[in-house]
Structures are given as structure tokens and as C-alpha cells.
T-cell receptor
């Protein structure tokens, strides 16, 4: 069965610094999709970044980038120049068919 | 912009009551989903619908049912609410045309408390 593990329940980072959130997953598939979603306090879940497994190049979206290691089944999220608005729960998810399999989430705290 | 709305942000019900949670999306998306979100457990799929009148059980369907009579609306029903169904419920929708990894768009959530 596919599983997604986020081993860091909580992380904190100083404003303007860089932080990396980890995610590992388990699958026997060779082609799949991975996502990072963000859920700010009392606000809606939104997509941060996505990666197709067959693409070797790591996805980037402005200050957000991923380190995708297919052999290691690792999909970490790097946030550069952290801002107060980045404070949120971050969820890693793996897509199979119609469904997303979700990690437990990492709470990111930004210290001013 | 895609908009997914849920009928209530907060809901308090009594044990044994029948509860309806409504979700509406305005972008003609084929797929719709109901999740339950609990601390430390992430999101767990209750049911999803890949088109009108079509539904599939997710990982935790027990105690829940769904209805999708119109494309834009997906309802979650708790036939007889129990205290262990106290949770945050999230609705999402997704289109299936175009790129195959289209994101899911989420509603604001309904925090349900069953007393």
C-alpha cells in the first residue's frame, strides 16, 4: 500500500532564512505525481508545488523548490527567504488514480 | 478563479442526529472529494465522485454516505452522528481534462462537533 511519511511534526525558521521540510513515500509504481499543499491557519488548502515522477528536473515555484530523489523515494520542500505568510501546515501528497495519499503534515513556524 | 464553497464553517450537532454537509464548486469539475482532517493523521478520504451520480468509497467510508445529483454539488451525509465523527471536513474538486496531474481545489472546511 502507498504511504506518505512526514517525519517532522513541527519546524521553525527565522524570517528570511531557508527551511527544508521532508517527505518520504512508499510505492511500487514507476510513474506518479507528488504534491506539496499549504494550509494557513483558518484558511483554505492551496497547492504549493507539484512534481511528475518521470521528470528528473526538480520543480521550482518562486521561493519554493523541491528535492526529488526517486530512488530514495524522497520529496522534500525547500522554502527560501522565509516570510511570515509562509506560516502554515504543509502537507505532502502522492497521487494514485483519482486519489491523493496524504502525509500527516508539518507545522511551519516563522520567527520574526 | 475556482471556487469551492461549503455550507457551514462550524457546526454543532447531537449524537444520533442526521447531518448534511454540502459542497458546491463553480468550475464544472468532474471529480469531487470529501476528506476528514484530524491532527497527526493528515487528510483521509471518505468518498469521492468521479462524475454525476458516480461515487466510490475512500479509506474511511463507514458511518458516511454521499450524494451527487448535480455536477456542481457533492453532499456528505452522516446518517447518525457519533462523537467520533467530530472533526474537520474538507471538500475538494478537480478537473480531468488537460494535464493529468491537475490539482485539487479545496473548500474552507467545516468543523463539526458532535456532542
Amino acid at each position: 500500500a502507498q504511504t506518505v511519511t512526514q517525519s517532522q511534526p513541527e519546524m521553525s525558521v527565522q524570517e528570511a532564512e531557508t527551511v527544508t521540510l521532508s517527505c518520504t513515500y512508499d510505492t511500487s509504481e514507476s510513474d506518479y505525481y507528488l504534491f506539496w499543499y499549504k494550509q494557513p491557519p483558518s484558511r483554505q488548502m492551496i497547492l504549493v508545488i507539484r512534481q511528475e515522477a518521470y521528470k528528473q528536473q526538480n520543480a521550482t515555484e518562486n521561493r519554493f523548490s523541491v528535492n526529488f530523489q526517486k530512488a530514495a523515494k524522497s520529496f522534500s520542500l525547500k522554502i527560501s527567504d522565509s516570510q511570515l505568510g509562509d506560516a502554515a501546515m504543509y502537507f505532502c501528497a502522492y497521487r494514485i488514480n483519482y486519489q491523493l495519499i496524504w502525509g500527516a503534515g508539518t507545522k511551519l513556524i516563522i520567527k520574526p | 478563479d475556482v471556487k469551492v464553497t461549503q455550507s457551514s464553517r462550524y457546526l454543532v450537532k447531537r449524537t444520533g442526529e442526521k447531518v448534511f454537509l454540502e459542497c458546491v464548486q463553480d468550475m464544472d469539475h468532474e471529480n469531487m472529494f470529501w476528506y476528514r482532517q484530524d491532527p497527526g493523521l493528515g487528510l483521509r478520504l471518505i468518498y469521492f465522485s468521479y462524475d454525476v451520480k458516480m461515487k466510490e468509497k475512500g479509506d474511511i467510508p463507514e458511518g458516511y454516505s454521499v450524494s451527487r445529483e448535480k455536477k456542481e454539488r457533492f453532499s456528505l451525509i452522516l446518517e447518525s452522528a457519533s462523537t467520533n465523527q467530530t472533526s474537520m471536513y474538507l471538500c475538494a474538486s478537480r478537473e480531468t481534462s488537460g494535464t493529468s496531474y491537475n490539482e485539487q481545489f479545496f473548500g474552507p472546511g467545516t468543523r463539526l462537533t458532535v456532542l
